[in-house]
């Protein structure tokens, strides 16, 4: 089966970094499309940015220019990166790729990675 690896999550002080990876493996040899969503604790899950097959990415209104979302699709992989985090930007973050699974494209969900940024 398809199984998605996160990393880069954990404890992040105000106005650090966030660099989160996902790499799927099994599958097909490249992914397709990519996603990004976070669910802040208490509130609703939320898109943060989508990558399309051909490369372009779009980003939920109330994150545009703060987030940048990634893909690798040799390495099937996908990124998240932010500079100057908030303590809003505490959340569990998922990934999502589409990738051919026995022939036929579909989605999958990581497990989330969960991020703080506090002091």
């Known amino acids: 089966q398809v199984q998605l690896v996160e990393s880069g999550g954990g404890w992040v002080q105000p106005g650090g970094s966030l660099t989160l990876s996902c790499a799927a493996s099994?599958?097909?040899?490249?992914?397709?499309?990519g996603a990004w969503s976070r669910q802040p604790p208490g509130k609703q899950r939320e898109l943060v940015g989508n990558?399309?097959?051909?490369?372009?990415?779009n980003y939920a209104g109330s994150v545009k220019g703060r987030f940048t979302a990634s893909k690798n699709n040799a390495k099937k992989t996908v990124t998240l990166q932010k500079n100057s985090l908030e303590p809003e930007d505490t959340a569990v973050y998922y990934c999502?790729?589409?990738?051919?699974?026995?022939?036929?494209?579909?989605?999958?969900w990581g497990q989330g990675t969960p991020v703080t940024v506090s002091s």
């Open positions: 999502y790729v589409k990738i051919a699974n026995w022939g036929v494209r579909d989605g999958y």
């Open positions: 990558m399309t097959s051909r490369g372009m990415t």
């Open positions: 099994g599958g097909g040899s490249s992914i397709y499309d």
